[in-house]
């Protein structure tokens, strides 16, 4: 290193010392004098053999500092060598500034300070400048964002930043602090229906901002504040709606012979290949749904379930474990037409049975399992498609095995080492099917 890069660190190595021993009591002086050894800059500064160029770096570095003011130095008595570096602590200020500008740098200890003063403006009623979202037409809080009070995300985040400064090596981010509680504070004042990416418009003059910054980090923080734990397999943004901010619209995705009537209409699926997609808000203003094929088959993964068109059997695609409002749908369905026969098809793994499992539980019903056995395994078609299973697919394996339905699958898996992706078995059964086809 050479002088300017030797002032950087003498600074910045006694300032940290110096934010260390700050007094947390306003009004209290230290009684201990920050100082700095020359061996925490150059370990063999004190060795017969150190190198004398390094050495000279270091004093011109000193002598700039002494200069300024910045510092004093205690020298070895007949030497020129220096026994220690004290900073002249009421220059603090001036430090912090110098530092900033001469080389960009933004002290821990000016970071605080940048922190103390965000969590005082908004710990006393915080800065809505900027979110246009917060009052409005809709003045009064809807059925749907009824379920925050105001103060139930600023207050506990403010304290719980206020318990990590008290830690002396934390180094606070004032700017991602100051963001949180932007979203924070309008999340709390929020009293109408909003996508997440009109949130983060309002908010930050930006729809991709939230998603692509703080979007799990304000979720887990709003999840600690109304001490709402994350059920299994549920989405960690899932508290978002409890303050009127939703993802896109989610999708249905179905294919088949199904009919879906509305109060004042109706649509039938027969016919489309691909099948359709219905918005999770139309769902819900479902009056009836008929299924005219005697068996329902949830399918795992988007691939197969585009691969597929088997006859007799209408289809809906999960996308892995089944959310609230796939479970509503089901729930419909299964109410509309109780004869039907329950089919689940995914991965040959301890992740698919896991989803069908959860499945089952989700909508009270038994969804029998679809391809998804040692058969499948053993195929010789898909033997160069199985893969390995992990260390986590073992110990994840273990409580499945409790259970008497996977019980056997599992321990073949188990024994010869597979699992098998679902994508290959909807491949070669459709390809088959096609087959049959051309031969009627």
């Not at 749907?144 to 008290?166: D, F, H, K, Q």
Request: charged letters at 35%; aromatic letters at 8%; proline letters at 3%.
């Amino acid at each position: 290193m050479n002088s300017k890069d030797y002032v950087r660190e003498i600074l910045d190595q006694l300032m940290k010392k110096y934010q260390n021993r700050a007094p947390r009591r306003e009004g209290m002086k230290s009684q201990r004098r920050v100082m700095l050894k020359p061996a925490a800059l150059y370990r063999h500064y004190a060795d017969n053999n150190a190198d004398i160029s390094v050495k000279q770096e270091i004093h011109e570095a000193v002598d700039k500092l002494l200069d300024l003011g910045m510092v004093t130095a205690d020298y070895l008595k007949f030497s020129t060598d220096i026994e220690k570096i004290c900073l002249c602590e009421d220059k603090a200020e001036e430090i912090y500034r110098y530092l900033e500008e001469e080389y960009g740098d933004i002290p821990q200890g000016r970071l605080r300070q940048q922190a103390e003063s965000l969590l005082e403006k908004y710990g006393q009623g915080g800065d809505s400048s900027g979110i246009s979202g917060c009052t409005g037409e809709n003045s009064e809080r809807s059925d749907e964002t009824s379920g925050a009070e105001a103060g139930s995300l600023v207050a506990p985040y403010i304290c719980n930043v206020r318990l990590m400064l008290e830690k002396p090596g934390y180094c606070p981010d004032p700017e991602r602090i100051g963001a949180n509680l932007k979203m924070l504070r309008f999340m709390e004042e929020n009293r109408e229906k909003l996508y997440v990416k009109e949130a983060s418009m309002l908010v930050y003059g930006d729809s991709k901002w939230f998603e692509e910054h703080n979007y799990d980090e304000i979720c887990s923080i709003a999840r600690q504040a109304l001490g709402m734990p994350q059920e299994e397999d549920e989405r960690n943004d899932a508290v978002l709606a409890r303050f009127g901010i939703y993802p896109t619209e989610q999708e249905i995705f179905i294919k088949g012979d199904w009919i879906l009537e509305w109060k004042d209409h109706v649509i039938r699926t027969a016919g489309m290949k691909g099948g359709i997609a219905v918005l999770s808000g139309d769902i819900q203003d479902l009056v009836k749904i008929r299924v005219r094929s005697p068996s329902l088959m949830t399918v795992e993964n988007k691939t197969s379930y585009q691969r597929m068109q088997p006859e007799g059997t209408a289809l809906v695609y999960l996308g892995g474990f089944a959310v609230r409002y796939q479970v509503r749908f089901l729930e419909k369905v299964l109410q509309d037409n109780p004869e039907l026969e329950c089919l689940h098809f995914g991965d040959i793994d301890v992740g698919g049975f896991l989803i069908h499992r959860h499945l089952c539980r989700a909508v009270g019903a038994r969804f029998n399992l679809y391809r998804m056995g040692i058969r499948e395994l053993e195929d010789p078609r898909f033997q160069p498609c199985r893969k390995k299973l992990t260390e986590n697919d073992r110990i994840r394996m273990k409580g499945l095995m409790e259970e008497e339905e996977y019980r056997e699958v599992l321990a073949y898996m188990d024994e010869h080492d597979v699992k098998l992706e679902q994508e290959t078995i909807s491949y070669y059964e459709e390809r088959e099917r096609q087959r049959q086809l051309k031969n009627r």
